[in-house]
């Protein structure tokens, strides 16, 4: 394979398409609008410096990924493509839009429609398109230059052939350790991580401790490389609340469920990282 598309240039997308590009493919970035593709873009570069600087790839090499990446906002131009990888909002009906299209616009019936998503199940985005047997959760973790692993996920009608080539992407291809996660809401790690982000909210909240005490304890006392609340903050509030639903909408169970400060942060437009303030400020 020699090229794959992007759909959606977020933190994730970007991500994604750097480690791509950086792995020799050409790839073509695809967002909605001028405005998100140039912020997408600005995104891939500075990462591309950083991991530059910190001299993890030489200059020929950052120089050799940025000049295989092409964005675009023409849906059409991945007509010919035989890998996507959707890396859209955490929003249903988002991503069911952009699958919906993906199986119009893709002429290759052999094409592979991978997906991001952090929670919403495989077999809901396969049910948009008559080719489900192609469809494939494909999920990165955040920093993905840095993050190792890749949660594959098939649905209930995903065909082996294209379990093996999403294997075979991330292993191969990108060098990170792909893990088989099931078809449920939050998958392996999310399952996992979720409830524990969503305490750390709860105690922070409820006024047990500062936020940079319950972190400190965690990177000291547990040896986590950052604390939930920073956690939190580079995931994205928006983001976190998104999975946190899905899980909840999945299993019912109390510790899925979105914390009142979680909630009344994200109307208050305080999303972590991205927009400049969440359990911290990030605003220069
Ligand atoms: N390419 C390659 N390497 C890069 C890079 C890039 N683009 N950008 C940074 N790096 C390297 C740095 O050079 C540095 O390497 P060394 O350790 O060898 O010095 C390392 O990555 C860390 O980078 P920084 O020093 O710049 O540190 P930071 O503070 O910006 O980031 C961190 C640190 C990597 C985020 C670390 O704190 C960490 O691992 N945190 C936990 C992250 C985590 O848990 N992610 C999962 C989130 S859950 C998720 O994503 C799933 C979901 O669905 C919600």
Avoid: W
Avoid at 43 to 49: C, E, G, M, P
Avoid at 141 to 169: D, I, R, Y
Avoid at 184 to 205: Q, W
Avoid at 262 to 283: H, P, T
């Amino acid at each position: 394979m020699e090229r794959i598309g992007v759909i959606g240039c977020g933190l994730m997308g970007s991500g994604i398409a750097e480690v791509l590009a950086r792995s020799g493919l050409d790839v073509l970035v695809v967002e909605r609008d001028q405005g998100a593709l140039d912020l997408g873009r600005q995104r891939v570069n500075a990462s591309l410096t950083k991991a530059r600087a910190a001299g993890k790839i030489s200059v020929e090499d950052a120089e050799d990924a940025g000049s295989r990446l092409r964005f675009s906002t023409d849906f059409a131009e991945l007509s010919e493509f035989p890998f996507v990888i959707e890396a859209v909002a955490e929003d249903l009906a988002v991503k069911l839009d952009v699958f919906h299209r993906l199986d119009e616009t893709m002429v290759d019936r052999g094409a592979i429609l991978a997906s991001n998503t952090s929670s919403i199940p495989i077999a809901t985005l396969a049910a948009a398109t008559t080719r489900p047997e192609n469809v494939v959760g494909l999920h990165f973790f955040n920093p993905v230059p840095v993050m190792k692993l890749v949660e594959v996920t098939p649905s209930l009608l995903t065909s082996e052939a294209t379990v093996t080539a999403a294997h075979a992407l991330a292993s191969e291809q990108l060098g990170k350790t792909p893990i088989s996660s099931p078809d449920r809401a939050g998958f392996v790690v999310n399952a996992l991580l979720i409830p524990y982000l969503l305490s750390a909210i709860r105690m922070f909240e409820a006024g047990v401790a500062t936020a940079q005490d319950i972190d400190t304890g965690m990177t000291l006392g547990c040896a986590h490389p950052m604390g939930p609340l920073a956690l939190v903050d580079l995931i994205g509030l928006d983001t976190t609340a998104a999975v946190a639903e899905s899980l909840y909408a999945e299993f019912r169970e109390i510790h899925f469920a979105t914390p009142p400060l979680l909630a009344r942060m994200i109307a208050a437009g305080q999303l972590g990282r991205k927009s400049g303030q969440g359990f911290y400020s990030y605003r220069q």
